[in-house]
DNA sequence: CGGATCGTTGAGTTGTATCAAGACGGGTGG
DNA sequence: CCACCCGTCTTGATACAACTCAACGATCCG
């Protein structure tokens, strides 16, 4: 269950054989959800964390207006809910994007880990960093460029993401979301995405058919998104080899 | 120099007064810095966090057609590179909006503490789920309000973090930012911050003379923008209790 | 006094939203 | 097997929020 989170926290805080072999001790309930529903509904104080197995999940929140934004995606191997650890229910809820598995981790599992072993304790913060930073890029995204980049960067970020737990190959990825997904997570209308993907379709960017998306030109791609990669952290380089 | 840190966390996560004596062991060395100086640039590897102990920082990046986004406004008792203690290097910069200063917190410092009081360890993590949590408010505003919204929701937040602190007394605050900042921290060009903060007089919501902000009408301005104050943990009711 | 920074105004432009309607496709039930 | 429906994608027309450019006023400071 905790194999694609390992190998993508490998990148930045290997843990020892010790350390993976407690994490992969125990068995863990899944659960399957279908496109819309809810993992963890905001206020919700379920005591335990969700790792997504297959599929994608976002964080969203809803609108007195009835405006929805989703303010993050998480792919195979993302915890989606890891705040809850520290504080129960979250300020906003977590719904499955596709049909999606995640695997049920109980609090009491994750802080037992933790107090044997200190360094899980760092890697789930670094985790929750690197969130971080992908939010700053977000905000990035959304406060300073027009629609053509914003769709741009996202498809970089997540072209990467994917390739990081070997679900893109050559740049090409299932994406299974719809383009109101997309307008709720940029900030955008479903019409102005609509005429912004033919846009970077006609410049031979991208294709996408269905849920293929293919990523024609990943340098263009890049270029026009002012994608800078190194927020995900996910090159060994970044780890800072901490000891305790 | 932790006091107002440990006060503000004294809402969600309370320290034992052993835990409380250790932080305010060691006498810390503190900086001064002007405004639009660098706390820590981009990339910068300095072995230590900073603490802001009065005055405004912030988190932003400049892209490469010169726009500024600011991604984050740090208030005293505010951490302003926390995510260094685990991710040397950032990828964006922290910089004074005004006279500041911060006391300088060697990582070996936080090492040592977080190793010998664990609780320590996990309000720090706290500390940063509440600053993603700020991320998240920042994502919805920009992404989803119009500029009334959202500069009312940024005065909101920032008049209750002020006042978590003491530094805000009736909904009376000073608040060292020009219009061109606040324009760079809501993705708005300074043009449309001015005629909208005109807009917010002329309502009657709020005055702003020099750096004094004086909101007239709390409830009027956060209904207009929104406000949900659930997210920045000001109730104790927020505590969890981790016992480790 | 001169220069720099910040706030304010006006005029014109553009990116994006909204509304409305049609096209396409997949699934379901008769 | 067809008819129908629903969700999604697509297109067109129009409206408006926010941007840009440009200039001027107000402070503050050396």
Known sequence: ??????????RFCPLSSAERDALQGGALRTEQLHRDQDIRPAGDATPACHL????????YTVLADGGRQIVACHIPGDF???GSFLFRAQDHSVAALST??????????????????????????QDTLVDMAVHRQALINIGRRNAYQRI????????????????AQNSV??????????????????????RTLQLLRAAGLISWRGTRVTVQ?????????????AYLKLHATDAMGLSP
Chains 1, 2 share one sequence.
Request: hydrophobic share 50%; proline share 4%; aromatic share 10%.
């Open 1 to 10: 269950m905790f194999r694609k989170w390992i190998f993508k926290l490998d």
């Open 52 to 59: 997504v197995v297959d599929g994608f999940a976002c964080d």
């Open 80 to 82: 989606c809910d890891l």
């Open 100 to 125: 999606t598995t995640v695997a049920v981790i109980q609090h009491q599992v994750l802080l037992d880990l933790a107090q044997r072993y200190p360094r899980i304790l760092f890697a789930l913060w």
């Open 152 to 167: 741009a960067h996202f498809l970089c970020e997540l072209c990467l993401r994917l390739q990081a737990v070997g679900l």
């Open 173 to 194: 990825y299932d994406l299974p979301l719809t383009q109101a997904d997309l307008g709720d997570a940029l900030g955008l209308s479903v019409v102005h995405v609509n």
């Open 217 to 229: 030109d990943p340098h263009g791609l890049e270029r026009v998104a002012g994608f800078e990669p």
